[in-house]
């Protein structure tokens, strides 16, 4: 080791302010003014706001016409990079299922214990749908698509419910798990080795219907995924 080599350095305090604020933004459903985000980040509002300030400035957080944020467009074109041949595959396979189900469709990975969106599709002749950005991210055993992730797993007696049915049928479903009063069902992308590279998922407001078909539909489109990356 050296002294360049950064281990032990301290962290940047302003970068991980920033992030935190984006991770804030990235776990709510709605556009958050100043002061709500500064009161979950633990900040005080004048430094969040030149926090957000410098964030909308590259394009990383957009702020609308009532002053209140959420995440940029900017956030996209840095997730168009990560795993480039994954969503590759995954895109024409997300376009299909919004064709088929007119519903968001969206494509998950995990980093740590986070399931964590990197592409979404939605649908463009749909006059209500819910609204799924790349960077949202909540923990990797709540919501359809991070249980999908665990699906291939080995069982353990600590698991919930939910995911041992997910292993049954081969995918995942939840309600209001992530955002209430919406329902989402999930599917696992496999690699070679049988594990899990990542999630494919559709999201769409909770109507108490069943969603037999919708499942089978999400493991169609992660099975062609897996195999186009073969």
């Known amino acids: 080791m050296t002294a360049g080599d950064g281990v032990g350095a301290p962290q940047s305090q302003t ?3 920033g992030l935190r604020i984006l991770e804030q933004l990235a776990s709510a459903a ?4 100043v002061m709500d985000i500064a009161q979950a980040v633990g900040l005080h509002r004048s430094i969040t706001y030149r926090l957000l300030r410098t ?25 168009r990079g990560v ?11 997300l376009n299909a299922l919004v064709a088929e189900t007119g519903r968001t469709a969206f494509l998950v990975v995990r980093a740590g214990n986070e399931a964590v969106t990197v592409t979404s599709v939605e649908p463009h002749d749909s ?17 359809a698509p991070g249980l999908a992730l665990l699906i291939p797993e080995s069982p353990a007696p600590e ?19 992530v955002i209430p009063g919406v329902r989402s069902v999930a599917a696992p992308v496999l690699g070679p080795e049988g594990a899990a590279r990542a999630s494919i998922a559709l999201v769409f407001v909770d109507d108490g219907a ?21």
């Open 15 to 17: 970068l991980d302010r």
């Open 30 to 33: 709605t556009p958050q003014p």
């Open 55 to 79: 964030l909308e400035d590259h394009q990383l957080v957009d702020r609308d016409g009532a002053g209140r944020y959420r995440l940029g467009l900017g956030l996209a074109a840095l997730a």
């Open 83 to 93: 795993r480039a041949n994954l969503q590759a595959a995954a895109l024409p396979r």
């Open 127 to 143: 006059a209500a749908h819910v609204a799924y950005r790349p960077g949202t991210r909540h923990p990797v055993d709540r919501g």
């Open 159 to 177: 698991d919930r419910a939910e995911l041992t049915e997910a292993r049954r049928c081969g995918w995942a479903s939840s309600r209001g798990e």
């Open 210 to 230: 069943d969603v037999s078909d919708i499942g089978r539909a999400v493991v169609r489109a992660a099975g062609q995924v897996s195999a186009d990356l073969h």
